[in-house]
């Protein structure tokens, strides 16, 4: 039985079915965005310190930031 | 319990979903009540790999069902005593507590989990994180600054959080139907990956490598390759502002032309 392939260790091939060229007028690469973009649109790799729950330290990051919302990729609670 | 936690800014919540889906990765004291030979537990360890059966435990928030969960890999490190030191790299929702539970079950020491670190969360890994210090220090430092380049020392793109989805990368004229939730419709493609089946959760994007949209592929991509007309992805969670592209799609005739 096939052991199941961990998503980082899966390989993409990638098949080209058109070509087609981008209009530099409309969207930007997302290294291009503006810094409040860049923040709006960012995810932060979070080394979370033991103590607080996910959620507390979510909500500080987002008192940090002062936005108006932050979610996390997965509860890290004991 | 520490490790590798993606905090999603304002919009970028949006991807949370992808996350869930694309593994994680832990590094894990287990606390032996007995003692074992340390061929013993890397034979458990081992018989532990591939599927397993969990259910969440009462505290967690979902359905208390029996599922079943992959274990991608359990790699015994050390043992010391009674501690035994394993990485175990799972499906997102693999209760680790629960695994050393069983695992002492099997062993017949019984067992319990004593420490756990995360050290990895789909693409984000532990040695790119940056702790919450980092993250006001930096802040601080974009702020006197007004440099860009500051905050990409502690933030990534959303797109980032995308690297393990399948990608689907469609033209510019496609693109706005998409932003409003229009399925994604085979004239659309320009390129797509490897390893996409019906049902499966795919990122769509731009040319520029913008993220438009979270979908559901209706079909694998050797079908999609070949499709001339018809349905290649429903859209589930749009990322991108409508608007961001011009509409090209009410013109009445071909559309996503």
């Known amino acids: 039985m096939p052991r199941s392939v961990a998503p980082w260790k899966t390989e993409r091939r990638v098949l080209v079915k058109a070509e087609d060229k981008t209009d530099p007028s409309f969207g930007h690469n997302p290294e291009e965005r503006s810094a409040e973009e860049y923040l709006r649109y960012g995810v932060i790799n979070l080394d979370k310190p033991a103590g607080p729950s996910s959620h507390e330290v979510a909500a500080w990051v987002k008192r940090i930031l002062k936005l108006e919302s932050v979610g996390h990729g997965g509860t890290l609670e004991a | 319990m520490t490790g590798v936690l993606p905090i999603t800014l304002a919009d970028a919540t949006k991807v949370v979903q992808a996350?869930?889906?694309?593994?994680?990765?832990?590094?894990?004291?287990?606390?032996?009540?007995?003692?074992?030979?340390?061929?013993?537990?890397?034979?458990?360890?081992?018989?532990?790999?591939?599927?397993?059966?969990?259910?969440?435990?009462?505290?967690?928030?979902?359905?208390?069902?029996?599922?079943?969960?992959?274990?991608?890999?359990?790699d015994f490190l050390e043992k010391d005593g009674r501690n035994v030191l394993f990485r175990v790299g799972c499906e997102g929702g693999t209760y680790i507590r629960k695994l050393c539970y069983d695992v002492?079950?099997?062993?017949?020491?019984?067992?319990?989990?004593?420490?756990?670190?995360?050290?990895?969360?789909?693409?984000?890994?532990?040695?790119?994180?940056?702790?919450?210090?980092?993250?006001?220090?930096?802040?601080?430092?974009?702020?006197?600054?007004?440099?860009?380049?500051?905050?990409?020392?502690?933030?990534?793109?959303?797109?980032?959080?995308?690297?393990?989805?399948?990608?689907?990368?469609?033209?510019?004229?496609?693109?706005?139907?998409?932003?409003?939730?229009?399925?994604?419709t085979a004239p659309g493609v320009l390129s797509l990956e490897t390893g996409i089946k019906a049902g499966?959760?795919?990122?769509?994007?731009?040319?520029?490598?913008?993220?438009?949209?979270?979908?559901?592929?209706a079909t694998a991509s050797e079908q999609i390759l070949q499709m001339e007309h018809g349905i290649v992805a429903s859209t589930e969670r749009v990322l991108m502002p409508r608007g961001t592209y011009p509409k090209r799609w009410k013109t009445g005739g071909n559309k996503n032309e």
């Open chain 2, 19 to 74: 996350l869930l889906y694309s593994g994680k990765e832990y590094v894990c004291v287990m606390k032996l009540h007995g003692d074992v030979e340390v061929e013993q537990i890397k034979k458990v360890l081992g018989e532990f790999e591939d599927v397993i059966y969990q259910r969440p435990p009462l505290r967690a928030s979902v359905k208390r069902q029996l599922r079943t969960r992959r274990i991608y890999y359990l």
């Open chain 2, 104 to 184: 002492g079950e099997v062993l017949g020491s019984g067992a319990h989990m004593q420490e756990l670190r995360r050290t990895r969360a789909g693409p984000f890994v532990e040695p790119e994180s940056v702790i919450l210090h980092d993250v006001a220090y930096w802040f601080m430092q974009w702020q006197e600054r007004k440099d860009a380049n500051v905050l990409k020392r502690f933030v990534q793109p959303m797109e980032q959080a995308l690297a393990l989805v399948p990608k689907i990368i469609i033209r510019d004229s496609a693109v706005d139907a998409v932003c409003h939730g229009a399925s994604l």
């Open chain 2, 200 to 217: 499966l959760v795919v990122a769509v994007f731009s040319l520029k490598g913008e993220a438009i949209a979270l979908g559901k592929a």
